[in-house]
């Protein structure tokens, strides 16, 4: 079945091992979806997750409160790491971290972010029209934070 897949690259001005850190924080993951009134509910709810760690967030999107639940998957620090949804509205997100250092001393990050929305048709139908690109802003909104909160506390 055909899913959704959002693939961006984004350079930070500071090492690898922070970038990987503040991707897998709870707490800047709130900080960059603020915007959203995203915060983690139950399972790990601050600090840094780990590989087979939980944690189930709220957030507001199209005006409708929502709970999704994701689990860490793959976690290889600081080069990789997976979160996949096990609960919420999709029918599947699947979000992989990649971090490369650069010869210059910047690190690339690299989001594959892959999902498949509910109901069918309709859902393919949502994903072409508007949460694709709902879903991209998202994301391009959270690497700017982490970006911006990496380089002015880097190195």
Aim: aromatic share 8%.
């Amino acid at each position: 079945m055909n899913m959704a897949i959002i693939h961006l690259d984004t350079i930070i001005q500071a090492p690898v091992e922070r970038c990987f850190d503040l991707s897998i924080s709870v707490d800047a993951h709130s900080g960059s979806m603020s915007h959203t009134r995203e915060r983690a509910i139950a399972g790990v709810t601050s600090g840094l997750m780990q590989l087979g760690d939980v944690v189930t967030w709220e957030a507001v999107h199209f005006g409708i409160k929502q709970h999704l639940t994701s689990k860490i998957t793959a976690y290889e620090r600081p080069s990789r790491f997976v979160d996949e949804m096990v609960r919420g509205v999709f029918q599947e997100i699947t979000h992989v971290h990649d971090f490369l250092p650069q010869p210059d001393g910047t690190t690339l990050m690299r989001d594959t972010f892959i999902f498949r929305a509910p109901l069918g048709i309709l859902g393919r139908l949502a994903e072409t029209l508007f949460l694709t690109r709902y879903m991209r802003h998202l994301l391009l909104d959270r690497n700017r934070y982490l970006k911006q909160l990496a380089e002015q506390n880097g190195s």
